[in-house]
Every structure is written in C-alpha cells, then in structure tokens.
C-alpha cells in the first residue's frame, strides 16, 4: 500500500504567536513544530502500515518554509519511511487552496510510479485551523473524502471509519484510493523512539520546488489566494474580574447575586 | 440586489437556529434564499419557518439521491445551484459538514473560501467582509474573498436573528449528481440521543465541568438546569471516560461563544481557552487559585464545586422562585 500522510510545519500554539505586518502568519520568527493534531494522521498511517505489511510505504508530505523541514523529520522518527518537502519562496502566504492545489500536484507526483492508495490528514491545523484542506484535497484528486475518523479500519481496498458526526455518530465506507483524516480520538501519537531518531537520518528525503510539480509560482502565494486578510488585531485583554474565596458558603450566594446582577437568572 | 444563499441547517426538516442567524446576515448582503437540502416532503413546513426570517426565494432540493453519501453530493448540488442563480455570497453553517462542503464548493467555483466567521458586513460595494476568532481566541482578523463567489461559513450565535417577512418563493432544484460524488457511503447512522437541554454550539449558556468534578457531574448538569443551559466538558474529563466526546470544548472539540461560560473544576489550558475564550462572560469555580482560568472570568470562586455548585443551583431556583 502506498499512503501519503500530510504534515503541517506551525508555529508553537504555546508560544506568543504573531502576524506578519501583510497580515500573514509568521511562521519564521516563532519556534515551529510538527502540528500537533498532523502526529495523530502519522500514527494512523504507521498502524495502517502495521496490519497491512511490509510493502506498504508511508510517505510524509510537508509544504513550507525552510524550518518546516522539522517537521517531515518528526514524521519520519516516528516510523514514516520517506519524506518530501516542497519547498518555493513563491508559496509564501498561499491560502488553504493554493496550498491543496501544491499538496494534489506533490502526491501525483509521489504517485507516479506506484499510485497512492490512502493520502491521510489530520483534523485541522493548530494556526489557521479551517479543517478543509483534505476536502479540498479530495476534490482536486477526484477522489472519496472519508473524513474525522474517532476510529478507522480497513480490509483490502475497503476504509471503514467511525466518527462523531455533527449530529450523529457515523460509521463512514468507501474503497481505496481515498483521503483520509483523523481525529484526536483515533488513539495516542507515539513518541519517536532512540533507534527511531537514529534511523531517520539515513532515510531518503526528498526536496521539490514548484517546478519539479509543475505549478506556475503565479498559481499560490499570497497574491495568488482567494481570500485576504484585510486586518489583524490582538484581541484586547480581558479586565481583571472579581474573584471571591468561598468560605462557609459566601461563594454560592456572591456567585448566584453575580449572575442575578447579570440578568442571567 | 442580488441573491445571497443561504444552506439551512436542520435535521430531517427540523429547522435550527443558527439558519435565522445566516439569514439574518444575509439580508445585510442582498436578498436571503434558502436552500433547503432534505426530505421533499418537509418542504412546505422549512419554507413557513424561514420566510419569516426573510428569505426571499427557496430553493428545495430534494435529497432522495443524495443521502446517505458524505459532502461530495451535496458540494455538487450546490456548485450547480451557484451557477444557475450567480449569487453575491454563500453562507453555510461552520459545522463540520458545512465547512467540507465550502472546501470542496471553493475548488469547484475556483472562490475564495472563509470559515468559523463570527461575523459578516457589508463593506466597500457590498462585498461582505468576515470577522474571525484565531490564535486560540487571541486575535480577531478581518478578510474578505477576493475572487470568484465569497464562500463563508458562519459559527452559531454570530447574530441575533432578526424576523422579516420574506416571500419565501419556493423554486424546485434538481441536481445532476456524478457517480464520483458518490464514494462515501454513510454505512451506519446513530441519532445523537436527546439530552433535553439546548445544543452545546448554540447555546445561550454553557456550564462546563473538568478535572475537579472527580468525574460526578451532577452538580454541573444541575446548575445547567437552573440556568437552562448546555453541559460541557474539557479535555481531561473526556480523556478520563467522564463525558463523551461530543461534550468536549476546546481546541479539538467544539468552539463556543454563550453569552455565559460557567468553568468548573478546569485549570484553561491554552487547548480549552481556544474553545470559550471568546464566551461573552466568563465565570469560573475552582479549588486552586492559581488556576489560569481565574485570569479570564468576569467573575470568579475559589473553593470546591461540590459544595459551591448544589449551594448556588439552590439558590438560583430559589430565586427564580
């Protein structure tokens, strides 16, 4: 089987995270990491990888500046076989669908010798956070989206995937080739292990441009998107409020004569 | 003025709240249509309700043939819709669905797409210009879609909804589907069972439990009673088997914004803070004062929910008398 698992190189979420002064995230000036919720679409891959054997190939797919690179190496820690970095100043500020039209052309083209059978995702990016990429993905490639997996489970071709639902827990099929996401629920990401970061550096890594996919620099980038951020502001901080220390039931009644004086009873 | 659609959220028929809010936004933009994909027969009954929140024109398009198949069907229909009656926007819900059908509807249209607005403006011609929550509620930002038709996605409570007569026209669509769009199959299906309070994402109140409930939430349902409020949980108290998922707020659960949040028991790490941040009051109880939750509440108790709780909801039903 041949799976390709996207990873998202973001700024940290605990660190003081900024924009650019053309509204774009910076993604330079914060330490960055491996999206948090992209470990989980690894594990998955490497358990798919597991049950089905040892000819399948877990290819860990990054787009993004230099520094993003840590993040393909993570994957590949963690168990991926290969990586692939696609790397073009022009990328710079793309839009979740310019990024999705970088990510099709990149898992074509990993692809063509032996066609991809699962490209797999996770639930959202920890900065911008839309969770439509793989959608966008699945349209490009013409393929099935069998998305937001709590749990996923395959025979041959066959994906069979149990989800929460917006309102209805769902038991999701279709047939390979497909794109897969998955959420925090689909089981614990693994830590790489010594003789996992040891192994990594020996395997092969890949870096491509733009033109190694074939797409014009004019298709992505920030001039290039659909979408524009006009403005950006740090939301002002909350005013201090009152806080009152319970002592012989002095918290319930401040707490109901709060919400009272709030209209909220 | 041009038409701006509007995809209704319901379930089998039953309108929900946050389709009044999109067309309440959307009569800022243009004329409201709705587009109801569902059962045919349900029809008459989504038209009466959303004429009264404006819409101007209703598009039904039955889902017989497109039912039980995820997003592709409905990302087609829709792409198909957009062509007959070019509008100036789309407005979806920002559910999970909703947002899939905007990424795919985006590719298809070759248009920019916005998800999780707050809110929606008209601003220079028309165009509308969305606000969103980001950064874990840390930054508001402002955008708008600068090619082909702006494709947004709304959150629950972005807007009071607004009664207006609308003439609620009713027009049949009926779709060409492709075999493509028909990949993946819903195999199973079970109805999130009624909890008898109001939707987590909806809700005008939502009273959360965390760690500090010890997995007994009895107090946090019983307060959310008094208050007529949703029940909601953090990460912790899902992960410890407590809660089920659909209950959990934050980063990777469900992102509210009542005009009260009751946080009980949860310390607000930046994952939870991410879901309620932008909570338009904020209370918190909790043990520990040290609790970085306590630097977000308007109004805060150290000391343990499992007395303060029963002693407030006894209270507060005492009151309202």
Redo the contacts between chains.
């Keep these: 089987m041949n799976i390709v698992v996207c990873v998202k190189y973001v700024p940290d979420a605990t660190a003081d995270r900024q924009f650019e002064s053309d509204n774009t995230v910076d993604r330079v000036g914060v330490d960055g990491l491996l999206s948090e919720l992209d470990e989980y679409g690894v594990e998955q891959s490497l358990q798919i990888k597991e049950k089905a054997g040892d000819d399948t190939t877990v290819t860990a797919l990054c787009v993004g500046p230099e520094k993003a690179l840590d993040a393909v190496r993570k994957a590949l820690q963690m168990g991926a076989d290969k990586g692939v970095h696609v790397i073009d100043d022009a990328i710079a500020g793309s839009d979740a669908a310019a990024t999705s039209l970088v990510l099709a052309k990149a898992i074509e083209k990993i692809g063509a010798e032996t066609p991809v059978d699962l490209v797999v995702g996770g639930l959202a990016s920890t900065d911008a956070g839309m969770s439509v990429v793989p959608a966008m993905l699945a349209e490009r490639l013409g393929l099935p989206q069998v998305t937001l997996a709590s749990v996923v489970e395959f025979q041959g071709d066959q994906v069979r995937i149990k989800r929460d639902g917006d309102t209805a827990t769902e038991v999701i099929g279709g047939t390979m080739p497909l794109v897969l996401s998955v959420t925090d629920q689909s089981g614990e990401a693994r830590y790489p292990s010594f003789k996992g970061i040891m192994a990594a550096k020996k395997k092969p890594l890949e870096t491509w441009s733009l033109s190694d996919l074939g797409v014009e620099a004019d298709q992505v980038g920030l001039a290039a998107a659909w979408t524009e951020v006009v403005d950006t502001a740090a939301r002002p901080p909350r005013t201090a409020g009152e806080i009152v220390k319970d002592e012989d039931g002095s918290g319930a009644t401040a707490l109901a004569e709060f919400l009272a004086s709030k209209k909220f009873i | 003025m041009s038409e701006v659609l509007v995809v209704v959220d319901h379930?089998d028929g039953a309108v929900k709240k946050p389709t009044y809010e999109l067309l309440t936004i959307a009569k800022r933009l243009g004329e409201p249509s709705a587009v109801y994909i569902g059962p045919a027969d349900k029809a008459s009954e989504v038209t009466d309700k959303v004429k009264k929140y404006g819409a101007e024109k209703v598009y039904v398009v039955d889902d017989a043939q497109l039912k039980g198949y995820?997003?592709?069907p409905k990302?087609e229909a829709l792409a198909q819709l957009v062509e007959k009656a070019s509008p100036a926007a789309i407005l979806i819900p920002s559910?999970?669905?909703g947002?899939?059908?905007?990424?795919?509807l985006?590719?298809?249209l070759?248009?920019?797409?916005?998800?999780?607005a707050v809110d929606v403006q008209p601003g220079d011609g028309g165009a509308p210009?969305t606000t969103q929550?980001?950064?874990?509620?840390?930054?508001?930002?402002?955008?708008?879609?600068?090619?082909?038709t702006p494709i947004i996605t709304v959150k629950p409570n972005s807007a009071a909804p607004e009664e207006s007569e609308g003439a609620g026209a009713v027009e049949e669509f009926t779709p060409t589907i492709s075999d493509?769009a028909k990949?993946?199959?819903?195999?199973?299906?079970?109805?999130?069972q009624a909890t008898g309070r109001p939707e987590l994402t909806e809700a005008a109140?939502v009273v959360s439990g965390g760690r500090g409930t010890g997995g007994n939430f009895e107090p946090i349902e019983a307060l959310a009673d008094a208050?007529g409020a949703a029940v909601g949980a953090s990460r912790a108290a899902v992960d410890s088997g407590w809660m089920p998922?659909?209950f959990q707020v934050g980063?990777?659960g469900k992102t509210v914004s009542p005009?009260?949040y009751v946080a009980n028991g949860i310390s607000g790490a930046?994952?939870h803070r991410?879901g309620m941040?932008t909570s338009k009051?904020?209370?918190a109880?909790n043990k520990d004062?040290e609790a970085p939750m306590?630097?977000?509440?308007?109004?805060?108790?150290?000391?343990?929910l499992h007395?303060?709780?029963?002693?407030?909801t006894?209270?507060?039903n005492k009151?309202?008398g």
Excluded at chain 2, 99 to 104: A, F, T
Excluded at chain 2, 110 to 116: H, N, P, R
């Design positions: 379930v995820l997003v592709a990302a559910s999970a669905e947002k899939e059908i905007g990424g795919r985006s590719i298809k070759q248009s920019g797409l916005i998800t999780d210009v929550s980001v950064f874990a509620g840390n930054f508001t930002v402002q955008a708008k879609v600068t090619q082909g493509t990949t993946a199959q819903i195999v199973a299906a079970q109805p999130r109140i208050l998922h659909t980063q990777t005009q009260l930046i994952q991410a941040q009051t904020i209370v109880v004062e306590f630097e977000l509440v308007d109004f805060g108790v150290v000391g343990d007395t303060v709780l029963p002693a407030a006894e209270e507060i009151r309202k």
